[in-house]
Structures are given as C-alpha cells and as structure tokens.
C-alpha cells in the first residue's frame, strides 16, 4: 500500500514543554477540522524538513515512517485526519490524502525463520524473555549459514527455510518489515502469532521494486527521530551556571 501523506511536526526539546506543545498541536487540529488548510499551517508551524512544501512527504511506502505514525496511517481513510500523536521528537498531525495498492507482481523472497514459540495467551514477561533472546542472537547472524545453525540450536519447531514465497501473498506487517530488509541481514525481533520470530532473506527477486530507496528513507527517518531524541536529552542534562 502507498499512501499520500501530509505532515504537521511540533517538536519537544523538554519534558517541560509537552503539555503546552500539545496543547498548540489540539489547536491546530481544531482549526484544521475547522477548513483551516493544512499546507498553510505547516509552512507557518511545522519544525519538519517538509514544512517549506506545505507538510507534503508524498506517496509513502509501507515501513517509511516510524511505527507509531505507520500504525495511525493504517487505521485511517483517505481526507481523515489524525492527531496529535507523540513520539520521542514531539507531535504529529498527518492527513492522509489519497492511498492506492501498489501491485507486488511476481516479486519474491526466500526467507528463512527462527521462531521462539509461544502460545496465544502467552504473558507480557513470556514475550519479553522471549524478545529479549531473539535481540541476543541477531547479532550473531551473518548470512543463511549460520542462521540456519542457530535456528537449530535455539530455535522452536517451526523454524528454519519457509521457502520462495511471493510477497504479494505475505500481509502487510510482514512486507513492511521484509521490503527495506539487505540480503544475508536478520530482521529486529517481530511478533508473529506464534510467538517472536527472526527473519532473514536469503535471496529476492524484486521485480522492479525499488528496496534501496524505501531503506534509505526509512533510515533517515529513524535518523531524524534520534537527532531530535538526543539533542532534547543534551538539554535535559545541560545546567547553567550564572556568575555575577
């Protein structure tokens, strides 16, 4: 799925300014719901790189964005609008302007598997012990070799080779994790419905499918998000000392 999405990015160096910083962003929603138009308010009130075209990051793919705009997107309909949604960097307000299904063709992967099973009803400290070994052994994976001796040291039944798959046949949570992943580089810990999986990709056939560009852009966000993140931590931590 592309979806066209325009942003509003209200930032947040302290803790101390978020509920004034919120309380702006609410404002801003109102007068949005109200036919204020979006691309005027985001030149005159965005803090995003977007803000001098109006807010318009264009037609986005899935895994683009951050998990938490990523997930709101998802629930909403073309013209909706959402927000504020705080992250770490401070305050979104999206619009979703048009989205289309971008056909995945004969695209395909063969992806391989290792699987901490777990059952449905499984506790918040069985996922987190379970996360926990996956984030452990994902450093240790350098290719389909290894991980296929460590799908078999550690992993549960279910793990090792799921074969050619096409992608076009995969749900979109999984794309979304699949689609900016390198060949040979091991997937962050997912939940799947059997519990926390790794993934890796052995080989793909992306049919036109342009990987490189959906992972650089995924990479600058993230990279944009942790600027924000560190330069409001440098503040948190700064002191001033005032000599007269």
């Known amino acids: 799925m592309q979806r066209r999405v325009s942003e509003i990015l209200l930032g947040v ?27 005027a308010l985001a030149r005159q009130f ?22 938490e705009l990523s997930d709101e997107l998802a629930r909403m309909r073309p013209g909706e609008l959402a927000g504020p949604i705080p992250t770490f960097g401070g305050f979104y307000i ?17 992806l ?10 499984a506790a918040a400290d069985q996922l987190e012990q379970a996360r926990t070994k996956a984030a452990e052994l994902q450093p240790r994976i350098e290719g389909c070799e290894s991980f296929d001796a460590l799908a078999e040291e550690h992993g549960s039944p279910g793990s090792g080779d799921l074969g050619t798959l096409k992608l076009s046949d995969l749900p979109e949570d999984l ?26 990709v052995c080989s793909r056939e992306d049919d036109g499918i342009d990987r490189e560009k959906i992972r650089n852009s995924l990479i600058g966000q993230r990279l944009d998000m942790l600027a924000r993140r560190y330069l409001r931590d440098l503040r948190r931590a700064a002191t001033v000392d005032i000599r007269l």
């Open 13 to 39: 160096d302290s803790v101390l300014q978020d509920d004034d910083v919120r309380r702006t962003a609410e404002r801003l929603v109102e007068q949005l719901r109200g036919g204020a138009n979006f691309g």
């Open 46 to 67: 965005s803090q995003s790189a977007t803000a001098s075209v109006g807010g318009d990051l264009g037609w986005i793919e899935e895994g683009q964005l951050p998990d």
């Open 94 to 110: 999206l619009l979703l302007r048009d989205q289309r299904r971008v056909s995945m063709g004969n695209a395909t992967v063969n």
């Open 112 to 121: 391989k598997q290792l699987l901490f099973a777990l059952p449905p009803d």
């Open 175 to 200: 794309r979304r994790v699949i689609l900016p992943l390198p060949v040979g580089q091991a997937s962050a810990p997912i939940r799947v419905a059997a519990g926390i999986s790794l993934l890796l």
